[in-house]
């Protein structure tokens, strides 16, 4: 009779070793499926801070052991992924990856319950999936480029517009990084070797050169002639065409978005403003040819073949020069809204393109 007893105990955990266990694993994997899923989509939301939303959405669309995955906050976490040393750090500051845990826990109430583990005293078994997402942006998705090389200097700053949860990236081929002062709030991605000086965000070696187009003048552009001005200006919406613009004051209110095509110097300096009565209008700057650019006012650069000089005021929007210089106390703060344009290697939106990698 003992030993009867003795072997009904044994079959019992031979049994929930056998149809326990299988449960189990099935409930791991689903939950695995799901924190993987959730990771992809969650790291999209890096650029605008919808991490968390986006994670809940695609867990939800998963289920384990029977019932809806959910993830509550402390489940989705941001950080940087240290390629080299394979380490997630959690950090909300300038994130590029995160990581979705999947659980089914006792604390929670969700633990997988186990049939015949209840015999041997183990009435359920604490399950989860683990995955940790990262995005790299793309050549397309770059925000502030100086192609052959970025100069900071005095109290300048780098980072995103105010209001925004976008991650700025400033990028340069590395023909050189003199970070002599000033602050990048933001991720570096360079070409040789790693940029210092006071950088907060994460710094990743590009496969490839950056490249951009040339930009040309279209045809049907309203001509400006050499613009030299300190007065006060409206400018409807459309397409002006400029052999060289110099701006030293006044306020320039913009009635639409615009495109200016310059062919030479283009300088904004002094009390200069331009009023774009409102964020939907836009104001992009086109150098279409290697001549000089000294800025200090908001919305779009694009000057591939161009110097830029930011000696002092602000830029919002996005930039792309051969070389940047950014000194004194000059700030430029990325702006989603203002990304450079698809014709040049934009992305065109806001959180731009880029690769998710699963890389645990």
């Known amino acids: 009779m003992v030993y009867a007893a003795v072997l009904m105990f044994v079959l019992m955990g031979v049994m929930s070793l056998g149809v326990d266990l299988g449960r189990v694993q099935c409930a791991k994997t689903e939950l695995q499926n799901a924190a993987d899923a959730a990771a992809r989509y969650a790291a999209t939301g890096l650029?605008?801070?919808?991490?968390?939303?986006?994670?809940?959405?695609?867990?939800?669309?998963?289920?384990?052991?029977?019932?809806?995955?959910?993830?509550?906050?402390?489940?989705?976490?941001?950080?940087?992924?240290?390629?080299?040393?394979?380490?997630?750090?959690?950090?909300?500051?300038?994130?590029?990856?995160?990581?979705?845990?999947?659980?089914?826990?006792?604390?929670?109430?969700?633990?997988?319950?186990?049939?015949?583990?209840?015999?041997?005293?183990?009435?359920?078994?604490?399950?989860?999936?683990?995955?940790?997402?990262?995005?790299?942006?793309s050549a397309l998705s770059h925000q502030i480029v100086g192609i052959d090389g970025i100069n900071m200097s005095g109290t300048s700053i780098i980072d995103a517009d105010t209001g925004q949860s976008s991650v700025v990236t400033v990028t340069s081929n590395n023909g050189w990084w003199n970070m002599n002062s000033g602050t990048i709030s933001g991720n570096v991605y360079y070409r040789n070797s790693a940029p210092t000086g006071n950088i907060t965000g994460t710094k990743t070696l590009m496969p490839a050169n950056v490249a951009y187009a040339t930009p040309t003048t279209p045809g049907g552009c309203t001509p400006l002639g050499n613009v030299n001005s300190s007065t006060n200006q409206t400018l409807a919406g459309g397409n002006y065409?400029?052999?060289?613009?110099?701006?030293?004051?006044?306020?320039?209110?913009?009635?639409?978005?615009?495109?200016?095509?310059?062919?030479?110097?283009?300088?904004i300096s002094g009390n200069t403003l331009f009023n774009t009565l409102g964020t939907t209008r836009k104001v992009k700057i086109y150098i279409t040819v290697a001549s000089g650019f000294n800025y200090s006012s908001p919305n779009t650069l694009y000057a591939p073949a161009c110097p830029a000089n930011i000696n002092d005021g602000v830029l919002i929007g996005s930039l792309v020069a051969k070389s940047l210089s950014v000194a004194g106390d000059a700030r430029i703060r990325y702006n989603a809204l203002l990304p450079i344009p698809p014709a040049y290697g934009g992305s065109g939106g806001g959180s731009g393109a880029g690769t998710i990698a699963m890389v645990d």
């Open 47 to 137: 650029s605008d801070g919808t991490t968390l939303a986006k994670a809940q959405t695609a867990a939800s669309e998963n289920r384990a052991d029977g019932s809806t995955v959910a993830l509550l906050a402390a489940d989705v976490e941001t950080g940087t992924w240290n390629s080299s040393t394979k380490v997630f750090t959690v950090t909300g500051t300038s994130p590029d990856a995160v990581r979705v845990t999947a659980r089914r826990v006792a604390s929670r109430s969700t633990a997988v319950p186990l049939y015949f583990g209840r015999a041997i005293g183990q009435a359920s078994v604490d399950v989860r999936g683990v995955s940790i997402a990262r995005f790299t942006p």
């Open 241 to 267: 065409s400029a052999t060289s613009i110099s701006l030293t004051g006044g306020t320039i209110t913009i009635n639409g978005d615009i495109n200016i095509y310059c062919s030479g110097n283009f300088t």
